[in-house]
């Protein structure tokens, strides 16, 4: 078993018409074992910014923490947030620097940048970047997800219709796959507001 499914994990970005969405499963587990049904995968940066870690859970959570303090640092000196592009490169930078003992995720980075443009991008745990104009998938799902995204995304969705297309797409795909699931957790992000959801699967 790869490293990379030793927790199990489904995270996808998916953009709107000046918006966007994120969402992951919830299952911790240990291989087949499942630990936890509340697992959060995805972590807010600023109000504008959000990053999903799928991979090694530990690691998820320590490259989570050295993101927050390299971003801390970059308010305290720059006086304002960091633009979705900026994040990514240097998330981009922390991955590669560690390119001998990686840290074993892969980031899904979500945010709005001038002028309410959504931004996603998603890295393997190089940081080798790879950037999209419609959805980025990340986590063991990654394959169902790739499927649901494309036959179910459409552009320049409203914030209600990206909420109901990316949940649709997270739990048909879960579904697909025995190291992921447990409910879901969506984000739908527009230049006034955060909406959070938890959303039910299946529980087996």
Not at 2 to 26: H, L, P, Q, T, W
Not at 103 to 126: E, H, K, R, S
Not at 127 to 137: I, M, N, Q, R, S
Not at 139 to 155: F, K, N, Q, W
């Amino acid at each position: 078993m790869s490293i990379f499914e030793y927790n199990g994990s489904a995270v996808v970005a998916m953009v709107g018409k000046n918006c966007f969405a994120i969402a992951s499963d919830r299952r911790l587990g240990v291989q087949l074992q499942t630990i936890a049904t509340d697992f959060q995968r995805v972590f807010k940066v600023h109000d504008k910014l959000y990053i999903g870690l799928s991979g090694l859970a530990t690691d998820a959570q320590t490259l989570y923490q050295r993101l927050v303090f390299r971003h801390k640092l970059y308010q305290l000196r720059e006086e304002r947030d960091m633009k979705p592009e900026t994040f990514a490169s240097l998330v981009s930078a922390l991955l590669y620097e560690k390119r001998f003992g990686p840290y074993f995720c892969q980031p899904v980075i979500a945010g709005l940048g001038d002028d309410n443009v959504p931004f996603i991008c998603t890295m393997d745990c190089l940081g080798a970047k790879e950037l999209a104009k419609d959805f980025v998938v990340s986590g063991t799902a990654s394959e169902s997800l790739y499927g649901a995204c494309e036959s179910m995304y459409r552009p320049n969705m409203e914030p209600d219709e990206l909420f109901e297309t990316v949940s649709q797409a997270l739990n048909s795909s879960i579904d697909r796959d025995c190291l992921s699931g447990w409910g879901g957790y969506v984000l739908i992000v527009t230049p006034t507001e955060v909406r959070e959801h938890v959303i039910k699967s299946r529980m087996d």
